[in-house]
Structures are given as C-alpha cells and as structure tokens.
C-alpha cells in the first residue's frame, strides 16, 4: 500500500482473516443412523435406500437396490406383515409410509418390464439346496448372483413352498408367484422337481456339491387328541390351504371350527368363507394374546369370520363340539374354569402350528433337532454337520415368509463364505436412528396412500386379490413421505442455517462438509436438521 | 402471500432445499452460487439469530437485485461485529455511518443514484431495534414519508445487545434485560409500553410493509425478493433472537423464532399502501408457554413460582395478534 489515510495503520482486510473455530467446544459432525424400518425388515433390505431412489421416479434403480437384497418384492409387497411399518418413524407423525404398498409397485413393474439380474462370473464351486420355497429360491438365487452353481431338490410338482402351497390366493395370486420365481428359474439355477431326498448324504455324494442348505420349511400339522371326534370331520390346516392350490380343493361342511389363534388359522377361515362356510376361530386365549396379526384379525371379521375367545375343545360328540370356557392368569396363560358349552360344527379345522419334518436327517452326524423339531443352526446358519447349513420355518424363530427370504440371503453369505475358506462377518450397523433425533417440524403433513381394496361383498365369495396395488404417481407420492430417518437427504437446511457459513455445500449426491476454520459450534445445524444426521460432539483439546 | 407452499414433497418447502423440489421453489441460502454477503469470520456469538437474518434477506436482495445492491448499516451488534478494524465481513458494497442516521444516509444514497440516472441499483438500509424503533426513528419516519426508494431491514432482537442487553422500544413486556430487572412488584419489562414499528410504518402508506422470521426461510426470501422489485420506501421488520441476550441456546435460535411465530406472538404478514395483503398461517399451534421457556430472560415468570397473570397477558397478546390477523385461516 501507498500513503494510508491519516490514522489508518492497517490494511483493509476479510474477516476471513478471524478463524471463528477456535472458539468452539463442541463439533458438528455428520453421521448415518441405521433407519428404523430397515433395523425391523426380517429380509434384510435396506429399505430407506431404495425409497430413496423411488422418491426421485427411478423406478429401475429402485428395484436394483430392493433386490440385491430380497429377490421377491412382488411377494413380499403383498404378503409380508410389514415390521418395517410398524417401527416407521413416521407412524409417530401422521401415518408410516406404506413400504409394503411401494415394493409392490416396484415387483409388480419389474415383472411387466422383464427385469432382470446380472451374476457374476462362475466359481466352479456347487451348492445343494433342500426345498424351493422362499428361503430355498432366496439362498439359491443371491448363491447363483456370487456365481456359485446351484442345485434345487424339491419334493413338490412346483416350486414356492408356502408361497404357493400356503398362502391363500386372495392374498397371494399365483401368477405372481410364477413370474417371481421365473426370474429365479431364468438364472440357470438347476431345479429337480418330484424329487424328495430321502438320504442326505447319498444326495450330497451323487451331486457332488462343496456345500448344502436345508429349507426344508414346516409341512408337518401338529395334532391333538379330541375325544369322541369323529375323524372324517378333521383337518389339518396345512393339507387343507394345500389342496386348495390343486385342482381338487377339500370340501369342508357349512359350520367349520377352526382351533388355533395364528395367521393360519385367520387363512383357513377367511378361504372358508370364501368357499361359502360358516367359520368361526376357536382360540384358548383372548384377542389381544392371539399370535395372528391384527390386521389379518380385522379383515377376517370384516368378512364376516366369527370368534370363539378363551375356549378350548373339551370333546366331540358327532357334529357338536364341546367348549371349556378358560381364563387367563397373569402370565396370560389359559387355565380351565369347568364351565362348559356346545357348539355345532360339520368340520374341524386343526391350526396349531406345523414341524419340519426331519427324518432324512437321521443319519447324518452333528445334527441337533430340538424338542420343537427345529434344527439348531449356529450364529453363521451352520448346523453341526459342517458344510451343511439350514434356514426358513425349519430352524427356531418366527416363521414368516420375509424371515424365511431373509434367512436366504443370510445363508448364502455364509455359505458363500465357507466355500471361499473365510467367515463371513457382518458388518457392525449403525446405531438406530430413533424418533427423539429428529425435527418432525420440517415434514409436510401427508396422509398414507391407501391402496385400493375389493368391497367387501365380493371379498366374501371370490379368491380374487384383496387389495390392488398404487398406481405410479402414488407410489411416488407415498415414497416421497420417507422421512429418511438418521440419514442425510440433502434437505440443505444445515447449509442454509449456518450462521457462519461454516457448512459447505459438495454439491447433488455428495452431501455437505464442515468448514471446522470458521465453525463456532452453535449446534444450530444439528438442531435444524430434519432427519438426525448431525451429532454435536466434543472437540478434543 | 408472496410464497407458495408446496406440498407432499417429504419436507416441501419447509426445509431450505430439497432435491425433490424444484430448483426455482428453492430458497437462495440452499444454492451453491448464493452470495454470502455477510460472510465467515464474523464476531457474531454463537448461534446469532441476526448474522442468520442478515444473511438470508441480503442474499435473497443481492439476487434480487442481479447484485447490484448498496447497503446502509445503523451502528448496532450486525455493524460492530461485521466491522472490526481492518476487517470486513462484508462481500457487498457497504457503508456505516451513525447510530441513528441510517435513514438518512440511505435517502442520500438513492437520491445521489437518483441524480447518477442509476435505476438499476437497489439501496437497502439495516440496522437493529434500537437503531430503528428508537434512535433513528425520525430519519425513518422522514424516509418513510418522502417515499425514498429504499429497502430498511430491520433486524428486531428486542434490545439493545451491542452494549449490554438495555431494553428498547421493541423489548415485549416482562422480558429480563440489564435495565429491566426481574426485580419488585412488576419484574421485567413494563407492559403497555414500545411500539409496533410494522404498524406505525403502515401508518405511513408506504409501498410495503412486511414482517418476517429466521424461522421461515421461504417466506423471508419471498419478502425480500417482492420488496426488492418494487419502488419507493420499503420496510421489512424481521425477528432475529438473541441467545446472548435472550438467555437461549445458541442451537436453539431458529426453534425459539418458530415458537414466536407458531404461538402467534411474532405475526407473519405483509401489507401494501398500509393494508394487510397476505398473512402466514400458523401451522402448528403452541402456548406462548413453549416460546417463553426456551428463555431466561423470561425465567422470573416459572421460577420460583409461575406467574399465571403475567403468562396469562402473555398468551393474551398471542391470542389478539391470531384474531387480528387471522392466522389459524
């Protein structure tokens, strides 16, 4: 500088020159929570991710996401009980985001468009698997995606396992099926249907395989005895939902009685009624300790499915049952009151749960069957017999077609894994982004999108599929109330509410940094950001 | 209203950006090219509502204006810690005279634009409540009257904070400052007392009148931006808190301006030739409680024992301000 002006001693300057940082105590930093929906999802989808592509219409890339993890969204986004919406933080807000409703669209567009997956190269190594239901295909396809060859045995004319046999057509048409598992069968996976293993280790040996997975699922109706019943008038539910997918589906009476409180119990009578029958569900416990989900629980008695609550069957006498009247004790457990009742019923339904049906293990070394004849499996779905892994219905936990697909995709890690002489090892998540963290002020009030439903008139006399799917505006609608729990989505407020411009913006996709010169460590960004992707920690010294 | 808000867009426009929101329903402090006009290395303390506000409204006048904006600063905190011998803040061409003479010097300013044929240069004039409701309020009303074509921001925290939180013409009542202690039969700010400057500049039958929030970045670019196009003397009255002297968080700056708005104590509206046009409704309404508790300059009304008839004036104010402007629609 030339002559300064009098008094001036110093040359104009920024304030960028004053680095605001070293004030500061504590730090903004950002960090990805583990969403609520994908911590709930039994198949391990990262749910949020795929919304995410679904809120900007990249539908494809969307179901790219969605099926890396879960090769059956059609499926899934009709039959699965949706945990993922139960644990959505928006329920808090206004109404979850209808996860279940968005996959569906997602399915159902990739069956019309003919999408499909790519696997990688081949690994010269093979697996057999045991049973083609969802945890069988789930398995064989995320193996044939890491390039390993894979072969089906299947006892049954068809593959999809409960999801064929069952499942209920009004909830699960089986051209959906057909179309899911065809993109399965498309992938050069090997099936052998009509072919039960017999002997395990016989079949092992014949294929030749480096590993096996079992899923073999649950087909054996557990019994009981009911006196005085005549035989003729019982059923099991398995044979009964079973025969309903033949050409010849069982005749029931007009009076059915179904025992037993579980989802398969609400399926035997809500196909009842739709076959013309009079069901109603007998149950040793009330309501609100029935393990059926109660949105199954509410459609049946919408379509007219009657309840016998804390009622056991004492005996049989011809067409009349004999009810004992229970009550519960604290536990919730039923106890028998000695007051008895009668009602009258052409059929007996028995809905009490069903066991794998484990004979063929017999010979095989290192195998545990526990008291409920599940399978014990280790932490990597192994059981004691090495190279031979097992998962779905058959091995303990719920048993649930997303658990069962889950349990696919687990296996396969692992199966994966053993045949590559390593371990698999999951890894660590991210803490849970939890409902306290957010800024629910910033989300616009938005109702659920209610897919449509069959009246209920011809819900009560056809199979025809119960509820219909969003069409495309809204199921981009419904993806765009995704609050992106605990996971930055670019809302910008962080950059904008700085009021030291200390944010800096990365620019579409690359999300946002902190410029630590200048940041003072208010905490305004943390406090405004909508979804709880900034933590204020502590600055180090 | 000036904004439109959209909706089913997961934050719709409440959040600055989006990237499921169009790029024009987005708000300038979301872009990467916006100006920062008041830029980083500031003294502002921690979580300053007033550098946030005067960011947000001179960034939002630089667009406006294809940035050509001039900018009168009243002596205040937003000049002092802006200003630091030899070091500016500021990224835009910017001028400080006195305290109380903001006004004035931006009349001359337009006025000498005036005379230069420059009507493509917008002048903004800013300063603090204590610069505009008190000490330069003459020059204002005299700017006000002449119609000059300035912009005045005034960024209101409610006292005067540069020189240790004295209460001034826009302090509400009860309010603790280091004048109005939370002492004897009447603690606190007198009631009854100040002005409502957005009135009285209505009064004039200028052009434009509005009043906005840190708490609705929308809506106060939307402000701005109208204010901007037009011509003649413009006045927009925004509510910037004070952690320092308000007793907040300093992360809680943005959720105190919200509770002030939701509660209906700090009223969103505009008005033109001194009739209200438009106003924000609420969207969520709160007690005044939820905005006073976030406070400690208004902790003598819950500790040791709550005051009801104060609270209860409190909520009166809040209650009058929904009526008058119909803010629950």
Redesign the interface.
């Known amino acids: 500088m030339g002559r300064k002006p009098f008094a001036?001693t110093?040359?104009?300057?920024?304030?960028?020159?004053?680095?605001?940082g070293n004030?500061r105590t504590m730090k903004p930093i950002y960090v990805d929570r583990l969403p609520p929906c994908n911590h709930a999802c039994p198949a391990g989808e990262n749910i949020q991710a795929w919304l995410y592509q679904a809120?900007?219409g990249a539908s494809e890339e969307a179901w790219r996401r969605l099926v890396e993890d879960n090769p059956m969204p059609a499926i899934h986004g009709r039959v699965c009980y949706h945990p993922c919406e139960s644990a959505c933080s928006r329920g808090q807000l206004d109404e979850a985001v209808s996860i279940r409703a968005v996959e569906r669209f997602l399915g159902d567009l990739a069956i019309k468009e003919g999408w499909r997956v790519l696997c990688a190269p081949s690994t010269g190594k093979k697996v057999l698997i045991v049973g083609a239901g969802p945890s069988g295909l789930s398995a064989a396809y995320h193996l044939t995606r890491m390039g390993h060859t894979v072969t089906i045995y299947e006892a049954a004319d068809k593959v999809g396992g409960m999801m064929r046999y069952g499942i209920p057509s009004y909830r699960l048409p089986r051209e959906i099926v057909d179309a899911e598992v065809g993109r399965l069968e498309a992938m050069d996976v090997m099936i052998r249907l009509n072919t039960r293993v017999e002997d395990l280790e016989a079949t092992i040996k014949e294929e030749g395989v480096h590993a096996t997975f079992l899923a073999v699922g649950a087909h054996l109706a557990r019994r009981i005895e009911i006196p005085g019943y005549d035989a003729k008038r019982l059923l099991d539910a398995a044979t009964f939902l079973q025969s309903m997918a033949g050409a010849s589906p069982i005749k029931l009476g007009r009076r059915v009685a179904v025992y037993g409180g579980g989802n398969t119990a609400i399926d035997v009578a809500r196909t009842a009624e739709r076959l013309g029958a009079e069901p109603v569900i007998i149950y040793r416990r009330d309501e609100t300790h029935a393990p059926a989900f109660k949105e199954e629980l509410a459609e049946a008695r919408d379509e007219g499915v009657r309840f016998q609550w804390l009622r056991s069957i004492a005996k049989a006498d011809d067409a009349k049952l004999t009810l004992e009247v229970m009550e519960l004790d604290q536990q919730g457990r039923p106890k028998p009151t000695g007051r008895f009742e009668t009602i009258e019923a052409d059929t007996l339904v028995l809905a009490l749960g069903q066991k794998a049906d484990t004979a063929f293990l017999r010979n095989l070394s290192g195998i545990r069957v526990l008291d409920d004849g599940t399978i014990e499996v280790d932490g990597h779905m192994m059981t004691g017999h090495p190279g031979l892994f097992a998962g779905g219905d058959m091995v303990p936990g719920e048993q649930s077609v997303s658990m069962a697909t889950g349990h696919g995709k687990q296996a396969a890690r692992h199966i994966d894994a053993y045949l590559r002489g390593t371990e698999y090892v999951k890894p660590p998540s991210h803490p849970l982004a939890t409902f306290d963290r957010l800024n629910p002020?910033?989300?616009?009030d938005?109702e659920q999108s209610k897919p449509p439903t069959l009246v209920l008139a011809r819900r009560r006399e056809s199979f025809e599929e119960m509820v219909g799917g969003l069409d495309a505006d809204t199921a981009l609608?419904e993806a765009?109330?995704?609050?992106?729990c605990g996971n930055c989505?670019?809302?910008?407020?962080c950059?904008?509410?700085?009021?030291?411009?200390?944010v800096i913006?990365l620019?579409?996709g690359s999300r946002f940094a902190i410029?630590y010169?200048?940041c003072?460590?208010?905490?305004?960004c943390?406090?405004?950001c909508?979804c709880g992707a900034i933590d204020?920690v502590r600055e180090m010294k | 209203m000036s904004t439109q808000r959209v909706?089913?867009?997961?934050?719709?426009t409440?959040?600055?950006?989006?990237?499921?929101l169009d790029e024009t329903a987005?708000?300038v402090?979301?872009r990467?090219d916006r100006t920062?006009s008041?830029?980083?290395?500031?003294?502002?303390c921690?979580?300053?509502?007033e550098?946030?506000g005067a960011?947000?409204a001179i960034d939002a006048a630089m667009r406006a204006s294809h940035n050509r904006l001039i900018a009168i600063n009243a002596t205040g905190c937003l000049e002092v810690f802006?200003s630091p011998?030899?070091?500016?803040?500021w990224q835009i061409p910017w001028m400080h005279s006195l305290f109380g003479n903001a006004p004035a010097v931006a009349s001359g300013v337009a006025a000498a634009l005036r005379a230069k044929r420059r009507d493509d240069v917008k002048v903004v004039a800013q300063g603090g409540d204590g610069a505009t409701v008190d000490i330069g309020f003459g020059c204002l009303s005299g700017m006000f009257e002449r119609n000059d074509n300035v912009l005045y921001l005034c960024y209101d925290n409610e006292a005067y904070m540069n020189t240790g939180i004295q209460r001034s013409g826009s302090t509400p009542p009860f309010a603790r400052t280091n004048t109005t202690q939370a002492v004897g039969d009447t603690p606190g700010n007198p009631s009854g007392t100040g002005k409502n400057l957005p009135r009285i500049a209505m009064a004039h039958g200028i052009p434009y009148v509005a009043t906005a929030s840190v708490a609705d970045?929308h809506d106060l670019e939307a402000k701005v931006a109208t204010a901007t196009a037009m011509q003649g003397a413009r006045y927009i009255h925004i509510h910037v808190p004070c952690?320092l002297g308000w007793g907040s968080?300093?992360?809680?700056?943005?959720?105190v301006a919200?509770m002030a708005v939701e509660s209906g104590l700090f009223p969103l509206f505009e008005a033109q030739s001194g009739n209200i046009v438009g106003r924000m409704l609420i969207?969520?309404k709160v007690p005044v409680e939820r905005y006073l508790e976030l406070q400690t300059r208004f902790r003598h009304l819950f500790d040791p024992r709550r005051n009801e008839d104060a609270i209860a004036a409190i909520q009166s104010i809040a209650d009058e301000n929904i009526t008058t402007y119909g803010l629950l629609g």
């Open positions: 001036i110093l040359d104009p300057n920024s304030s960028l020159a004053n680095h605001t004030w809120e900007e002020w910033y989300y616009t938005a609608l765009r109330r995704c609050l992106s989505f670019e809302c910008d407020n950059y904008a509410v700085c009021p030291d411009n200390a913006k620019g579409p410029n010169d200048y003072k460590g208010c905490g305004l943390a406090e405004e909508p204020m | 909706k089913f867009y997961q934050t719709g409440y959040t600055a950006g989006n990237r499921l987005r708000t402090q979301s990467m920062n008041l830029n980083s290395g500031h003294r502002a921690q979580g300053c509502g550098a946030l960011r947000y802006s011998y030899p070091e500016s803040s970045l952690p968080d300093p992360a809680h700056t943005v959720k919200r969207r969520h």
